[in-house]
């Protein structure tokens, strides 16, 4: 069974191309949403603990079992630890034989990126260019790399209440050619000329990070923060004003944005999900006006899609270390025979 490691990742971005992962990752991510109908899906497992939550998100089809184990625990940074932290594994459905075991943290940023920007791509404007950026945390380098691979993006206006992370933000995107970065001084001001809005801050609350008056037609809202029960970033009325797609409605009404809403208003007010969007079933943006929104959780088809890519490019470039983490043995009835080697 492969291990697969934080450093092994590297190396494969690092011999295949950020931007050509990437747009693999896009590629197999549609693919997977276009055969929908053929997951056995769930809304994840979510055990909620103080100050976070810890949550399995297992998915599968006729060929590949996949699960993530991830957390959320937002004051993590306040002790220098990570607010997410994730490990995942794939499958074999035929004999529920382990194939890989993964790091997923920063698996999780790329297939975030790569989940968003499919939407952004259906459901912005075509002649987006500038990026309002609020919370600049560890997933925000992710999402403004991966924006630029499907909209002309100029400019980043980026804010967060941690200044420190703003300056680590502004550190590590200042090379990139053909970026203007603007610091801002509130979400107001970062929102306020921006095409596209990307809002990933940790607020363990509801908490109004981005106002309904910043808001203005025609503009894409990218909500990938408000994940969990208890834990939102929009004023509710932005809501009624957009066109809101989701992953997967079960999971989505307890963790999403909607979670505010009532019944009767969830069913009206999801445009669709995901997959409808990706297959084309219902069309994307309809006019240059319209408010669009997508309120993202993040769902185990999106990690089921990173990991088969990861699977085949580990044995591509013959990466990560084949451990036995299922035991060697040649007569499958003697697992005793796994402690006491030949001698039994
Ligand atoms: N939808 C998905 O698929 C998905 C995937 C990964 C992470 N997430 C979520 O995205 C969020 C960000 O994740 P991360 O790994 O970047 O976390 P992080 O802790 O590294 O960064 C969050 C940033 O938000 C900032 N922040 C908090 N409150 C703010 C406010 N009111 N205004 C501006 N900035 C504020 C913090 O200072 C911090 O820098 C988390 O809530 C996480 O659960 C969602």
Redesign the pocket.
Known sequence: MKVFTVEDLAKLIEQHGFDQFMLDLMSYMKKDFSRWEEFDKSPRHAIHVDGGVIELMPVADKKHYTFKYVN?H?K??LSGL???IATGQISSVANGYPLMFSEMTVL??LR?AA?TVIMTDILSRKNSKTIAL???????EFQVLAHMLVRDIQEVRY????PQ?MQKFAKNMQDTDGLKLVACKS?EEAIDTADIVIV????KGH?D?ILDKCIKPGMHING??G??PG?T?FELAILYRGKIVVEYIPQTVIEGEIQRLSPDEIKKMIYAEYWELVTGKKPGRENNEEITIYD????AL?DYSALRLVYDLANKYNLGCDLNLVPPIKDPKNLISALTGNKK
């Open positions: 959320g937002p993590n940074p990570q607010t997410v999780t940023a975030t989940a609020i919370g600049t945390g560890a997933q925000s804010y967060d209440t941690d992370a979400a990933c801050t940790a607020c908490v990070v990938l923060g994940d969990c834990k970033e993202s959780v993040g769902f999106e």
